[in-house]
């Protein structure tokens, strides 16, 4: 490889770093607290057979699962504004990020709160418990703990899926790829280089994964 | 008198579960249901602490009537708080330590202060012969010893009543004694106790008299003694030739 590659390369690289210190992630982590908080709330709305709202909840996850995000984040930030309602970039890629994958941790919750046995509701009733509180310290963590593998999956999703935010013009590290191959055309080098850091955050998150579910599983046992 | 319940009835479909059960406590009975499996022992105990919501039937606690349909909210929480269940698959809370699945009650339940809670939860675990357990979780004790730690957490909430729904079916041979010695135990010290059982020592020798159902009907109420040696009733007769059978 040539010299001039290499020098490219050595410049973009803590250019695109930082892109994707600054904004991938943190907009990655934005968008899972988003699809957390959305999934609980849908996957508790499922559990608890909330009427009306548990038909909108499924109906949610029917348009998003049926649909492809790149087409979702499109018909946010470009058309909308048609009907005007005008999203910032930044803020139409979190809402969108956090919809689209929040459907899917929805299902993953649903199926988690499931998978605690009847018997405890039963069991916390009788000790004097309400629903509010047999949910919050009971089926919740070990939903939590059971979801905790796939909860983490979407997460490393979500840090690549940022990178969809780049065709709506949002500044991200992908973008930043991008604009610097506008200038130069290494698109080999460049995109390699990209692909590179994403798989080194990546990396990262599944050894923290890894770490918290040893950590999970030190204390308290398996759950059945 | 601690409870009575009249005419509970129970439908499940179109299969006719509780016809019209009558039951009557008194203070310090320790009262052991038999019959056939089927017969509805185990829907007559959830009905009474509303984990099923019977069809008809009047409780009556504390000269207080509740109506076993139509209970309201409130009366089924205040009726919760006079009574404990212990179930066969022992249902403890397994993200819960030991000592944390008798406090939850008391300290998020009934608001009581941490240190009383784990004053009580220690008499309590004590009396089971789990104390020394205390930071364990469920899955890593036997059954044996999850039941009785059951059987603290259900003492912990100081019910008037108990339920215990075939609380060693689910237990190893080896391990039913230490939780029959249990009950034994609270039976002695004047528990009032309601089980649902299949075991015939603890029917004849602790409990002080028998309610035998079938077909979701109470056939026979007898002392225990009198029940085993002298039952007046056709089925509850063949009931207990099938057992000496075995």
Not at chain 1, 23 to 39: C, D, G, K, R, Y
Not at chain 1, 57 to 67: E, K, Q, S
């Amino acid at each position: 490889m040539s010299e001039r590659i290499w020098g490219i390369v050595a410049d973009s690289f803590p250019k695109m770093l930082t892109y994707g210190l600054t904004v991938t992630l943190p907009l990655a982590a934005a968008s899972f607290l988003l699809a957390l908080i959305i999934a609980v709330l849908v996957a508790l709305i499922q559990y608890g057979n909330v009427p009306v709202l548990r038909r909108i909840c499924r109906f949610y996850i029917w348009l998003i699962r049926g649909t492809p995000l790149l087409v979702q984040l499109y018909l946010v930030y470009y058309g909308l504004p048609k009907a005007g309602i005008y999203f910032d970039k930044l803020l139409a890629a979190w809402l969108v990020l956090g919809f689209n994958e929040g459907a899917y941790m929805a299902e993953t919750m649903r199926g988690a709160l499931e998978s605690v046995s009847q018997g405890q509701m039963e069991a916390g009733y009788c000790v004097g418990l309400n629903f509010v509180q047999i949910m919050t310290h009971i089926v919740l963590p070990q939903a939590f703990r059971t979801a905790f593998p796939a909860l983490s999956n979407s997460l490393i999703s979500m840090v690549k899926e940022t990178s969809l935010a780049a065709t709506i013009a949002v500044e991200e590290m992908f973008r930043q790829a991008q604009i610097i191959n506008g200038r130069v055309y290494e698109s080999l080098a460049l995109y390699t280089e990209v692909a590179l850091i994403y798989l080194l955050f990546c990396t990262i998150l599944t050894w923290l994964q890894r770490l918290c579910e040893k950590h999970l599983a030190r204390r308290g046992g398996a759950i059945k | 008198m601690i409870l009575s319940a009249h005419n509970i009835r129970k439908r499940f479909a179109d299969l006719d579960v509780l016809k019209g059960i009558d039951l009557e406590m008194q203070q310090g009975d320790v009262v052991a249901i038999l019959g056939p499996s089927g017969s509805g022992k185990t829907t007559l105990l959830r009905c009474l602490n509303f984990l099923e919501r019977a069809d008809e039937g009047i409780l009556t606690m504390d000269g207080a009537d509740i109506d076993l349909h139509r209970a309201t909210h409130r009366e089924i929480v205040r009726v919760r708080r006079k009574t404990a269940f212990v179930f066969q698959n022992y249902n403890l809370f397994q993200n819960k330590t030991v000592l944390q699945n008798v406090t939850l009650g008391l300290t998020v339940g009934a608001r009581m202060r941490r240190d009383e809670a784990e004053a009580t939860a220690l008499e309590m675990l004590r009396k089971v012969g789990m104390a020394d357990r205390l930071k364990h979780y469920p899955s890593q004790l036997s059954g044996g010893q999850q039941q009785r730690v059951a059987i603290a957490r259900a003492l912990a909430t100081k019910p008037e009543i108990i339920y215990f729904d075939e609380p060693t079916s689910a237990l190893d041979p080896e391990l039913i004694g230490e939780v029959l010695s249990v009950m034994r135990d609270l039976a002695v010290e004047g528990m009032t106790m309601l089980v649902v059982t299949h075991e015939m020592d603890f029917a004849r020798n602790v409990s002080s008299s028998i309610l035998f159902m079938d077909g979701g009907e109470v056939i026979e109420r007898a002392p225990s003694r009198q029940f085993f040696e002298q039952p007046r009733e056709a089925r509850s007769q063949e009931f207990i030739r099938s057992i000496l059978q075995r």
